[in-house]
């Protein structure tokens, strides 16, 4: 009496459970094979790109005044802007660049040695600076080559 009362051992589905468990099946397959693709390495991995950077004639030297005019008289403003042709004058967002032309806040900035200072030294600086905005290079204008601006 106790297996005819459970004949149906091991349970019968109807198609349509039949076609839902397929379906199940076949869906945590799918899933189960694309999670462990995640942990097979890539066949096209890419290959480390290098990137070079030139810093400046006086990185990691003293980026006084001097330094500064030094590298303004050797700056081409018609050549683009690199680590060694840029105006060490010229600001960005309020800020002065160090000896490679980076300005704080960007990639590769390297805060710079600098020299003392002094109310005499920063008169005789601001005098410089007025007669080199009355004559500035030629070609220097606001989008040149050589300019951040």
């Not at 050549?79 to 000896?99: I, Y």
């Not at 109310?119 to 905005?133: G, Q, S, Y």
Request: charged share 30%.
């Amino acid at each position: 009496r106790i297996f005819r009362r459970h004949h149906n051992f091991p349970f019968r589905l109807s198609n349509k459970s039949k076609l839902l468990f397929k379906m199940m099946n076949k869906i945590l397959t799918v899933a189960l094979v694309a999670s462990a693709s995640a942990f097979v390495p890539s066949q096209n991995a890419r290959a480390p790109t290098k990137l070079y950077f030139e810093y400046g004639e006086y990185d990691d030297k003293l980026w006084d005044n001097d330094a500064k005019k030094d590298v303004y008289n050797k700056w081409d403003p018609a050549t683009a802007r690199s680590g060694k042709n840029f105006n060490p004058f010229e600001t960005f967002k309020g800020n002065s660049c160090d000896a490679s032309g980076v300005y704080p806040g960007e990639p590769r900035y390297k805060d710079p040695t600098r020299g003392d200072v002094s109310f005499a030294i920063m008169m005789e600086e601001k005098a410089e600076a007025e007669e080199r905005d009355a004559s500035p290079k030629p070609g220097s204008e606001k989008g040149c080559a050589g300019c951040k601006n």
